[in-house]
């Protein structure tokens, strides 16, 4: 059995993936913490205190970390004092954080993804190849759309997206980001010729998309060596 840590246990990610942790044979949830100051640390989740103690990495096989970009650095380095694996799923990071993500995957197996759906990372893998067949004759702008408190914008998953399609297009891709009400995630990738349009839109329709595509990462990556690993080698090693 997993023995699976969650930072950020409270909020409205780490909360759903307790539930489908717990609900799985496969886990058993070691640690649930939360920041400093928070009221609800000591408070029962399930059989669980709530801790803000990282020094609980010890129990665990394997953290699950969908938080903030300013508490990630903390949760890295413990990750490596402990030398235990990670998923992780915050968006937002510096370049000198994503650097520290890479330079603590040299010391422990890391699953880094702006987006942990299995149908978003189809997108990724199939977006260039779209570009590629269109051509340059195609202009192409990403739109994005997520709840009102969603601090980045654009999402990394349209930065991903973008990414991907802009290293076959040889040039920038607009992004717009909108943010609003209680949505999910949707993003449209438009692709637009002088006489015609093609839109390839991913809705979100709960975050338990995220979660299990969170959860198929954690047992994938307790198997493997240290290294960074993305969401694409997970969904490749399961097909």
Known sequence: MIKLGITGACGKMGRRIFELAAADKDFEVALALEKKGTPLIGKELGRLRISSNMDGLFLIDVLVDFTLPEAV????????????????????????????????????????????SVGVNVLFSTLPEIAKRLGPDYSVEIVE??????????????????????????????????????????????FCGNSERIEIKHQAHSRDLFVVGALKAAKWVIHKPAG????????????
């Open 73 to 116: 650095e903390e949760h890295l380095d413990y990750v490596a004092k402990y030398k235990k694996a990670l998923v992780l799923g915050t968006t937002g990071l510096s370049q000198a954080q994503k650097d520290k993500v890479e330079e603590i995957s040299r010391v422990v197996p890391v699953v880094f993804s702006p987006n942990m």
């Open 145 to 190: 759309a997520h709840h009102k408190a969603k601090k980045d914008a654009p999402s990394g998953t349209a930065k991903k997206m973008a990414e991907v399609i802009s290293q076959v297009v040889k040039r920038d891709i607009p992004m717009h980001s909108i943010r609003l009400g209680d949505i999910f995630g949707d993003h449209t990738v438009v």
């Open 228 to 239: 960074l690993y993305s969401m694409q080698d997970v969904l490749k090693s399961s097909s």
